[in-house]
């Protein structure tokens, strides 16, 4: 990939297969993937800040304009999205990689904080009385068969009925097939491509690929599992009290409302914060090469000077956040808009 000298997964289509009609048509699928999953993630990652924020910051920002009422928790990520959005676009590619390696290290040293309280606070007795039986098997069928009733969260049942997560075995084997045949697709649309080809030598983005899993994924879901842990022997009272309507998705912000101490929860927020606008950053710099490269100057003006290109591009990037943030807005749970990228769009994806 690096030696190709291709910037986009679309280009890679061309570089791999020519331009002929399949190539051709195949070009544009992945155009249409890039920019409508672009739009979809920066939707999810509209629904998922507010509601971190909203469980975590003090204020109240409801904001009532004559017939329309926006919820403090939307406003939040209006706000947060918008300065985002406006530090990606002007400060350019040196000044966004820079903020993310500070970003990183306040994430990682935040991330092995909780992991340790989550280690220190919580027994294995505790965590073996509040889970249902076949918790602990790694094995499973294509049913889940976990029941919650005898938990001291029953609703849990109704819960993974209506988010679909009854035959986790099926589930499951579409994630499996679903990373395969993407990869044999070829480069995925995203930033992943980017970071590879912003490397200075294909040895460096190879060493960079690898360590992408040791630096960045361990810390991270050594961070989840000590908030799932926490969750789940502490949280009990809150998440009953939410009755049938349970929201899983709170349980991160409570766990850091209640159960981390204060210095390291402004560590924390300033973490977690950075995780998510360097993840939206690079989703805002992923798109706008799409729409440049292979629509703009493929089919449009391929003539056109740098400074050109660059206007268009920051033009790409404003539209495409205002249609991630009115899908937001509009949008059902991160749940829905999870299942609707990796079932709908991927799907798709892989088989064309």
């Not at 920019?35 to 509601?51: E, N, P, R, W």
Request: one cysteine or more; aromatic letters at 14%.
């Amino acid at each position: 990939m690096r030696r190709s000298n291709t910037m986009t997964g679309a280009q890679w289509i061309t570089y791999r297969f020519g331009d002929g009609k399949g190539a051709r048509l195949s070009h544009i699928i992945v155009v249409t993937f890039a920019v409508i999953s672009v739009i979809g993630f920066i939707a999810y990652l509209f629904q998922g800040i507010g509601k971190f924020c909203t469980s975590i910051l003090p204020w109240d920002l409801t904001l009532t304009l004559s017939e329309m009422t926006i919820s403090s928790e939307k406003m939040y990520a209006l706000i947060i999205c918008i300065l985002t959005t406006l530090y990606t676009i002007k400060g350019g590619m040196y000044s966004v990689v820079a903020t993310e390696v500070a970003q990183f290290v306040i994430m990682t040293i935040s991330a092995l904080m909780v992991a340790y309280i989550g280690y220190t606070s919580v027994t294995s007795d505790q965590i073996n009385a509040v889970i249902p039986e076949g918790w602990a098997n790694l094995w499973f069928g294509w049913n889940l068969e976990l029941d919650w009733s005898a938990t001291p969260y029953p609703a849990v049942n109704e819960k993974i009925k209506s988010d679909g997560f009854e035959w986790f075995g099926l589930l499951f084997m579409m994630m499996l097939f679903k990373g395969v045949f993407a990869s044999l697709a070829g480069p995925v649309p995203s930033y992943d491509m980017q970071r590879v080809l912003s490397t200075q030598k294909p040895s460096d983005a190879a060493r960079m690929s690898a360590l992408t899993i040791v630096v960045m994924y361990i810390p991270r879901y050594l961070m989840v599992a000590a908030f799932g842990v926490i969750g789940l022997v502490y949280l009990g009272p809150e998440l009953n009290a939410m009755g049938a309507n349970i929201d899983f998705e709170k349980v991160l912000p409570l766990a850091i409302s209640k159960y981390i101490p204060i210095g390291l929860k402004g560590l924390l927020l300033a973490g977690l914060l950075a995780a998510f606008m360097g993840t939206f950053s690079a989703f805002v710099n992923a798109a706008p090469a799409y729409v440049v490269n292979d629509i703009y100057k493929k089919y449009i003006n391929p003539k056109a000077s740098n400074e050109k290109y660059i206007r268009i591009s920051i033009w790409a990037s404003i539209i495409l956040v205002a249609m991630g943030i009115i899908f937001g807005l509009n949008g059902g749970s991160l749940n829905k808009i999870t299942l609707w990228i990796t079932s709908a769009l991927y799907g798709g994806y892989a088989a064309c």
